[in-house]
C-alpha cells in the first residue's frame, strides 16, 4: 500500500460529516486535524469521527507533514483558503464550487501550477457507479449518437432546513452555484466538452424567510438568481437545456434528474447529487413498444463524499491525474457564471475553459482501492 497522505481539513460545517464519514474507507487518507473558526465545533467533530488533533488554521498551514488542506469553508472563502493552502506548500480539495466567479478560480489554479502542486474539487459523484455506469453506455454505443438532453433540479430553497441558508442566496450561490456543479460535471462526464451556451435568469423572491432552527424568522435579501435556465451545445453536437431552480416547491414531475436521448435510445441518468443511483435504458427497436429497462452497474458501489480526495491523494502518489481536478472544476464555474452572463447580455456565449473528460473509474478494484 502507498505511504498515506495527511490531510487537514478546514471548516467543520454540515458537510463536514459526509466526508469524515466516508474517508475512513480509503486506506490511502489518514485525517490529521481539523480547524474551524468555531473551535468547539472543531473539537466536536474531532471526538466524533476520532481525530487526534484540533488546532487553528494558522497551525494547520504551519504544519509540513499536512499534504492536502479539505476546504470545507463557505464558498466566497474557497479561492482564497485555497490559495494560502497553495502559499504554504499544499494541495488542495475543495467543496464545490471552485469559486465564486471563473476569474478566482482561474487564479487558483495558475497559483497551484506555478509551485507544481494539485487543485481537486468536489462534486465526486460522478465517480459513484451510477454516473460512470451511464458513462460507459453511452460510450459503448448503447443510445446511439447523443443528440439531445434534459438537466432538471428544482425545490423551494434552503431556508426550509439549513441552519445556515444565507450564503445560498449571496454571490457565488443560488441554485447554479449550489447544485449546478452536480448536473453540469455530470454532464461533461457523460458528453464532453461544450461549444456554446444560453441562459436565463431571474431572481423570483427578493426577501426570503428562514424557517429552519436556530435562525427561524430572520429576512434573507436574495443577492443571485434563484431561477436559472440554461441552453447548451456541445461540441459532439447534442443540445439540450437545464433548469437549476429555487423557485419550485416541486421537482419536474417524475422524470429523471437527467436523461439523454440518442438515435438508437433513450437513457434515464440517476440524480448526480448520489452515488449509486440506478440506470435506465431504452433500446429502439422496430414492432416493440419502447420499454426501459434498469441496467446492472458496471463499478464499484458504496462510495460516497471523500472519493475525490482519496483519488487525489492515490494521484499524488501515483504521479497520474486526479479525476476531480481543478481544470475540470473551473470549466464547471465558467459554464455557471456564462449563463449568467448570457442572461444579462441576451447573447450566446462561448465557454472560455477548455475541457477534457477525466479517466473513467475502474471497475475491477476493491472498494477502498481506486488504483494500483
Known amino acids: 500500500m502507498s505511504e498515506r497522505v495527511k490531510i487537514g481539513v478546514i471548516g467543520t460545517g454540515a458537510i463536514s460529516g459526509a466526508y469524515l464519514g466516508m474517508a475512513k474507507n480509503f486506506p490511502i487518507v489518514e485525517m490529521a486535524a481539523c480547524a474551524d473558526m468555531n473551535l468547539d465545533a472543531a473539537k466536536k467533530k474531532a471526538e466524533e469521527f476520532g481525530i487526534s488533533r484540533v488546532c487553528t488554521v494558522d497551525e494547520m498551514f504551519a504544519d509540513k507533514s499536512i499534504e492536502i488542506i479539505l476546504n470545507l469553508t463557505i464558498p466566497k472563502a474557497h479561492v482564497p483558503i485555497g490559495l494560502r493552502a497553495i502559499e504554504a506548500g499544499k494541495h488542495t480539495y475543495a467543496e464545490k464550487p471552485l469559486g465564486v466567479n471563473r476569474e478566482e478560480g482561474a487564479q487558483l489554479l495558475q497559483a497551484a501550477s506555478a509551485k507544481g502542486l494539485r487543485v481537486g474539487c468536489a462534486p465526486d459523484t460522478v465517480l459513484g457507479a451510477g454516473i460512470?455506469?451511464?458513462?460507459?453506455?453511452?460510450?459503448?454505443?448503447?443510445?446511439?449518437?447523443?443528440?439531445?438532453?434534459?438537466?432538471?433540479?428544482?425545490?423551494?430553497?434552503?431556508?426550509?432546513?439549513?441552519?445556515?441558508?444565507?450564503?445560498?442566496?449571496?454571490?457565488?450561490?443560488?441554485?447554479?452555484?449550489?447544485?449546478?456543479?452536480?448536473?453540469?460535471?455530470?454532464?461533461?462526464?457523460?458528453?464532453?466538452?461544450?461549444?456554446?451556451?444560453?441562459?436565463?435568469?431571474?431572481?423570483?423572491?427578493?426577501?426570503?424567510?428562514?424557517?429552519?432552527?436556530?435562525?427561524?424568522?430572520?429576512?434573507?435579501?436574495?443577492?443571485?438568481?434563484?431561477?436559472?435556465?440554461?441552453?447548451?451545445?456541445?461540441?459532439?453536437?447534442?443540445?439540450?437545456?437545464?433548469?437549476?431552480?429555487?423557485?419550485?416547491?416541486?421537482?419536474?414531475?417524475?422524470?429523471?434528474?437527467?436523461?439523454?436521448?440518442?438515435?438508437?435510445?433513450?437513457?434515464?441518468?440517476p440524480d448526480p447529487n448520489g452515488f449509486d443511483g440506478v440506470v435506465k435504458l431504452c433500446r429502439f427497436e422496430e414492432g416493440k413498444n419502447d420499454e426501459f429497462v434498469e441496467m446492472p452497474h458496471t463499478f464499484v458501489k458504496g462510495y460516497g463524499r471523500s472519493v475525490g480526495l482519496a483519488d487525489l491523494a492515490q494521484a499524488i502518489r501515483a504521479g497520474r491525474e486526479e479525476r476531480c481536478n481543478g481544470q475540470q472544476a473551473l470549466a464547471v464555474l465558467d459554464l455557471m457564471q456564462a449563463f449568467l452572463d448570457s442572461s444579462n447580455s441576451g447573447q450566446a456565449v462561448t465557454p472560455t475553459v477548455q475541457y477534457k473528460r477525466p479517466a473513467p473509474m475502474r471497475g475491477d478494484l476493491p472498494f477502498g482501492t481506486l488504483d494500483d
Not at 458513462?135 to 434534459?150: H, M, S
Open 132 to 269: 460512470q455506469t451511464a458513462r460507459k453506455l453511452i460510450d459503448d454505443g448503447a443510445i446511439g449518437r447523443p443528440v439531445a438532453f434534459t438537466a432538471f433540479m428544482a425545490g423551494r430553497g434552503h431556508e426550509h432546513w439549513h441552519p445556515s441558508p444565507e450564503f445560498y442566496y449571496q454571490v457565488g450561490g443560488g441554485p447554479m452555484f449550489d447544485m449546478g456543479p452536480y448536473y453540469l460535471t455530470a454532464l461533461l462526464n457523460l458528453l464532453g466538452g461544450v461549444k456554446r451556451v444560453m441562459g436565463m435568469t431571474s431572481i423570483t423572491q427578493s426577501e426570503r424567510t428562514i424557517y429552519s432552527k436556530p435562525k427561524f424568522g430572520q429576512k434573507i435579501k436574495v443577492e443571485t438568481p434563484d431561477h436559472v435556465l440554461g441552453m447548451m451545445e456541445f461540441e459532439n453536437g447534442c443540445v439540450g437545456s437545464i433548469i437549476q431552480s429555487f423557485a419550485m416547491r416541486t421537482g419536474i414531475g417524475n422524470a429523471s434528474p437527467i436523461i439523454v436521448y440518442g438515435t438508437e435510445g433513450t437513457m434515464h441518468v
